[in-house]
């Protein structure tokens, strides 16, 4: 039981409307009766951390929540919670799994735990902090929870596609929470990294994500949609676009309604603005730069849609479908 949140875990599917104000209206009534009288019985019986982080495994396992935004298992999911609640992190020492719980540490933990299971939140929503490529990250209800399976080709310096020595202007589109951006400038010290998102409420997110990382000379945030505004071009151009298909909106799991639709929903096929990304990256690019965009399960469609290209689609050891990677000469 390390409460070490699982940094890039394999990404769950992604989903559904905006924002957090569609939370209370999923509350399931048995969800929250079950709940609620689990906990009446925790508060009597138990007492030490370790006691209340195996019955939040055990109730978000009951309860059978989608596990997709940070953690791949309930234990870590509520060890995450209550350490969260505890205001500790997960280095805390061994032996203090052991230690009591005041009444009112007790109650602070269940009401976290009852709005996970319940509302189903998203523990990163709840605990406003998220791991991306083993860096933290501020996150709220405007901006997706950090997930993408880049986070494993940043920490590559995208390598062997990239010469991580020759990268001095990076592109991220979409930036959202600025995680990508973010962990692009740190992977490539030398290189100024441009971020673009068309949502005023997201790059204000991002503007505190990268003032905390001590970036703001290096990251620069833009307001627009795509290319619109920028100048130059890149060595690198890299994107988590939405991609999530119109069919696929209505099957996902009631954790994806908390997330902003604008950032997920992309037309019938999953293309609308993936399309435009592939359709203008190569006047964008320098001439030996790389595209590297996430589409997920809209890799068919992208295929059917561009039959003369030939997409280098990328392998990776910690899971996640659906990265691919075009030199800039294939976009010619």
Avoid: K
């Avoid at 849609?305 to 000469?329: M, N």
């Amino acid at each position: 039981m390390s409460g070490r949140p699982a940094s890039d875990a394999p990404p769950g599917p992604e989903g559904l409307p905006a924002g957090g104000a569609m939370g209370a209206s999923m509350a399931n009534p048995g969800d929250a009766a079950r709940f609620d009288a689990a906990a009446a019985e925790a508060g009597r019986e138990l007492r030490t951390l370790r006691d209340f982080v195996r019955f939040g495994a055990t109730r978000l396992a009951a309860a059978n929540v989608f596990l997709g935004h940070g953690t791949d298992d309930p234990v870590d999911e509520a060890a995450a919670l209550a350490l969260h609640a505890l205001g500790l992190d997960h280095t805390l020492p061994t032996e203090l799994w052991a230690a009591r719980l005041t009444e009112s540490e007790r109650r602070a933990l269940l009401a976290l735990l009852r709005r996970r299971v319940v509302e189903r939140v998203p523990t990163p929503y709840l605990t406003r902090r998220a791991r991306f490529a083993g860096l933290d990250f501020y996150v709220d209800e405007r901006v997706l929870v950090p997930r993408s399976p880049i986070a494993e080709c940043i920490e590559a310096g995208f390598e062997p596609w990239l010469d991580p020595g020759r990268v001095s202007r990076v592109l991220e589109i979409g930036t959202g929470s600025g995680c990508i951006a973010i962990a692009c400038a740190h992977a490539f010290p030398e290189a100024l990294v441009d971020a673009v998102d068309i949502c005023a409420d997201a790059l204000e997110v991002a503007r505190r994500n990268v003032e905390a990382h001590g970036l703001a000379d290096r990251v620069h945030l833009l307001e627009g949609d795509l290319f619109a505004g920028l100048e130059g071009r890149y060595d690198l151009l890299v994107s988590n676009p939405p991609y999530v298909d119109r069919d696929a909106l209505a099957g996902m799991p009631a954790e994806y309604l908390h997330e902003p639709r604008h950032a997920l929903a992309a037309g019938e096929d999953g293309l609308d603005v993936v399309r435009r990304i592939v359709a203008g990256a190569g006047a964008r690019l320098e001439p030996d730069g790389l595209l590297v965009v996430e589409v997920g399960a809209s890799r068919p469609a992208l295929e059917a849609a561009f039959p003369e290209i030939a997409f280098t689609w990328l392998e990776l050891a910690r899971g996640g479908e659906g990265v691919f990677a075009l030199r800039a000469d294939q976009l010619a």
